[in-house]
C-alpha cells in the first residue's frame, strides 16, 4: 500500500493542467448545454444519494458549470439556498440565466476556484459535483479536497460524480482517438491521463485522509443513444475536441467524419443509430 500511495503521489505532480491539455471552457460554454443529454442520468442520480434537507440548508456545487447538478438539487428541494461556483465566466453566466428562468430565489452562482470558494468554514450542508471535484481540474487535488472539508459542517452530507477509467467513456474515448492521429490532435485533453485516480479505493482514501467521516461508491452505468450520423458530428462539435475538429481543413474534416463513423460501427444500432455504453463512479457519505 506505501509503494501505491507513492506512486500515486509521484504521478498527480508530474500531471498538471497544461500536460492535461485542458479545454477552454468559456468556448464551450456556449454549447455546453447541447451536451447536456449525455450525462442527464448523473445530475439525477447525485441528488438521490443525498439526504433530504432542511429548509434553508445551504448547498454548495463545485465546478457547477451551467449549473448542474445545482439546478436539479434545487428543483427538488425548493427551500434550500444554492451557490455554484466554476472558474469560467460564460459558464457562470449561462448558469445565472437559467436560475432567473427558472424563477429561482436564494440561487447564486459566482466565478471561483474549488480551491478558494470564498465561503465560511462549516457552513455548508450539502456538497455536490459533477465531473469537477477530484477530477484534478485546474488545481491540486490537495487544495480542493481542503476547501471542501474546510466548508462542510461536522455532519454535513456529500454526493459527486467522477470518470473512471477513459476506456469505460467510449464516445469521449473514440473521439480523441481519432482526433489524436491529425496534425496537433496529440495536444488535446487526454482522458487517460488521470486514470492513475480512479485506481480502487483511491479516491476513496483521499476523502477520508482529508477529513470526511464516511464515503460510498458505486459505479453508474447508462446508455447514451445518438440517432444518427448527423447527431454523432453535431456532438462532437460541442465537446472539448470540437474547436480542433472545426479547425481542420475540409479535406481533413470529411476524413476525421469518416474514421469515427468506422470507429462508431461497434455501437450502431440496426436502425442507424448509436447506443454508447458509458460509466462514471459515485461517491457520497458525510464529512
Known amino acids: 500500500m506505501g509503494g501505491d500511495a507513492h506512486r500515486?503521489?509521484?504521478?498527480?505532480?508530474?500531471?498538471?493542467?497544461?500536460?492535461?491539455?485542458?479545454?477552454?471552457?468559456?468556448?464551450?460554454?456556449?454549447?455546453?448545454?447541447?451536451?447536456?443529454?449525455?450525462?442527464?442520468?448523473?445530475?439525477?442520480?447525485?441528488?438521490?444519494?443525498?439526504?433530504?434537507?432542511?429548509?434553508?440548508?445551504?448547498?454548495?456545487?463545485l465546478g457547477c458549470g451551467t449549473g448542474e447538478p445545482g439546478l436539479t438539487v434545487r428543483t427538488r428541494h425548493p427551500a434550500v439556498r444554492l451557490l455554484g461556483v466554476d472558474r469560467a465566466d460564460l459558464m457562470v453566466e449561462i448558469a445565472r440565466a437559467k436560475a432567473r428562468s427558472l424563477g429561482f430565489d436564494n440561487?447564486?452562482?459566482?466565478?471561483?476556484?474549488?480551491?478558494?470558494?470564498?465561503?465560511?468554514?462549516?457552513?455548508v450542508d450539502l456538497l455536490v459535483s459533477r465531473f469537477a471535484f477530484l477530477m484534478l481540474d485546474h488545481q491540486t487535488l490537495d487544495l480542493s479536497l481542503a476547501e471542501a472539508t474546510r466548508v462542510l459542517r461536522p455532519g454535513a452530507a456529500y454526493s459527486f460524480a467522477v470518470w473512471d477509467r477513459s476506456e469505460l467513456n467510449t464516445l469521449i474515448t473514440l473521439f480523441r482517438s481519432v482526433l489524436s492521429g491529425?496534425?496537433?490532435?496529440?495536444?488535446?485533453?487526454?482522458?487517460?491521463?488521470?486514470?492513475?485516480?480512479?485506481?480502487?479505493?483511491?479516491?476513496?482514501?483521499?476523502?477520508?485522509?482529508?477529513?470526511?467521516?464516511?464515503?460510498?461508491?458505486?459505479?453508474?452505468?447508462?446508455?447514451?443513444?445518438?440517432?444518427?450520423r448527423d447527431s454523432l458530428v453535431d456532438v462532437l462539435e460541442h465537446t472539448p475536441f470540437g474547436a480542433f475538429f472545426t479547425s481542420l481543413e475540409p479535406a481533413g474534416r470529411a476524413e476525421a467524419v469518416s474514421r469515427i463513423i468506422e470507429r462508431a460501427g461497434t455501437y450502431r444500432e440496426p436502425d442507424g443509430g448509436y447506443r454508447f455504453p458509458t460509466t462514471c463512479r459515485l461517491f457520497w457519505g458525510r464529512r
Open 107 to 123: 440561487t447564486t452562482f459566482e466565478t471561483r476556484l474549488m480551491s478558494d470558494t470564498a465561503v465560511a468554514s462549516a457552513s
Open 182 to 228: 491529425f496534425p496537433g490532435g496529440e495536444s488535446l485533453p487526454d482522458p487517460s491521463a488521470i486514470n492513475y485516480l480512479a485506481d480502487p479505493g483511491h479516491r476513496a482514501d483521499l476523502l477520508l485522509r482529508a477529513g470526511v467521516t464516511t464515503v460510498e461508491e458505486a459505479p453508474l452505468s447508462w446508455d447514451t443513444r445518438i440517432p444518427d
Open 8 to 61: 500515486r503521489r509521484q504521478l498527480a505532480r508530474q500531471i498538471s493542467p497544461s500536460s492535461l491539455g485542458q479545454p477552454d471552457y468559456n468556448e464551450a460554454a456556449r454549447g455546453w448545454d447541447r451536451l447536456e443529454f449525455l450525462i442527464r442520468p448523473v445530475a439525477e442520480a447525485i441528488v438521490e444519494r443525498l439526504p433530504d434537507p432542511a429548509p434553508g440548508a445551504f448547498v454548495l456545487d
